[in-house]
């Protein structure tokens, strides 16, 4: 999951004024995170989000602690090659050059920040598009929405805009990308927020807990559904952000289907499985899993064909065992899923995963 959200759960809330919020836009050769991650330091010298396993963080706060963070932002770059296994960064993940984009929070950057937070909150997918400033120059941020909502430096025409993101080409697994030398003469820097994941489980069996348990610390916005009021009272010290307790055709009324969530079906019940199945054969949805085998769940299908968008079992072939093993499969199938923008298989994504 983007870094962001994590950031305004643990502040809940935006960076407060004199906060230092730090961005990897760039990496060359390995990196403990990648481009897009960010932290921010506040003036307490607390730490929420990370960029690496703790070689950037002591440099960053020292920095910051010594007034060494310029007043304009400014990409600070660390080459981490060349180390030996007793120095800073080496054996850590950190054995590249990573190009970090330092700024103050100041009032602007709240509000961009308060317009992002919402618009994430709404469901909605942003892009930033961005110039790296050198040393001294003006820097410029543009958000823009899925929805058309737009804030920030109005800074491009719309021509440039659309020329930029054309000249981004995303992989399916890239949400950040650097462009040089572009039509607008800066160095830029793109980045798609997702909003948070959304993970659905039909069935509150003791089986959920474990799934959900992980799934919260991942990132994901959780709904734990089920028939029977009491095992959703029973669970109540689950992890889940959302409950729901209702007949299936009721819960797949009462939810608001998105093309992005994930959803699992794991009653433990034949008949209330068919139900939740043949509610949501047909919608648009990013997964869907069933609990047990395939024999089983051809029976759910009346014998049918599972068609490629039912996957059954769950989570991946690791020989898992008991619930808890078992939750570790599921997330492992469903964290590659999550860092897919649009447009590729599922088939795709687990021979990646695998590979």
């Not at 509610?279 to 490629?308: A, D, M």
């Not at 939750?327 to 492992?332: F, L, Q, T």
């Amino acid at each position: 999951m983007d870094d962001i959200h994590g950031i305004f759960r643990d502040l809940k809330g935006i960076p407060s004024l004199g906060s230092v919020m730090a961005s990897i836009v760039y990496v060359e050769g390995s990196a403990y995170k990648k481009e897009g991650a960010r932290m921010i330091i506040d003036r307490d010298g607390c730490q929420y989000g990370m960029l690496s396993a703790g070689c950037l963080e002591q440099d960053l706060a020292a920095r910051m602690e010594q007034g060494k963070i310029p007043k304009d932002p400014e990409v600070i770059i660390y080459d981490m090659r060349g180390f030996d296994m007793l120095s800073w960064g080496e054996g850590s993940g950190c054995n590249g050059v990573i190009h970090v984009l330092v700024e103050w929070v100041t009032p602007k950057v709240q509000k961009e920040l308060a317009a992002l937070r919402d618009a994430l909150e709404r469901g909605e997918q942003i892009t930033m598009i961005r110039t790296l400033p050198e040393k001294g120059s003006p820097s410029f941020v543009m958000y823009k929405g899925s929805e058309g909502n737009r804030f920030g430096d109005h800074w491009l025409s719309h021509s440039a805009e659309q020329k930029l993101l054309h000249e981004a080409t995303y992989r399916s697994d890239e949400r950040s990308q650097r462009i040089q030398g572009t039509s607008v003469k800066e160095d830029i820097f793109i980045h798609t927020f997702q909003p948070k994941q959304r993970l659905v489980i039909l069935g509150a069996g003791r089986d959920a807990r474990p799934v959900l348990e992980l799934a919260e610390k991942v990132g994901y916005y959780t709904i734990l559904a089920d028939w029977r009021p009491g095992l959703i009272v029973e669970d109540s010290c689950c992890p889940a952000d959302e409950r729901i307790a209702a007949s299936p055709a009721d819960i797949i009324k009462h939810i608001h289907w998105q093309p992005n969530d994930c959803v699992m079906i794991m009653t433990h019940s034949f008949q209330k499985d068919r139900e939740f199945l043949q509610g949501l054969i047909g919608k648009q949805l990013k997964y869907l899993g069933i609990l047990g085998s395939k024999q089983r769940t051809k029976r759910l299908l009346g014998n049918k064909e599972i068609p490629p968008s039912i996957t059954t079992p769950l989570g991946l072939s690791i020989k898992a065992e008991g619930p808890e093993e078992i939750a570790v499969s599921i997330m492992a199938e469903l964290i590659p899923l999550s860092k897919i923008v649009h447009g590729v298989s599922k088939e795709a994504v687990a021979r990646e995963t695998l590979e």
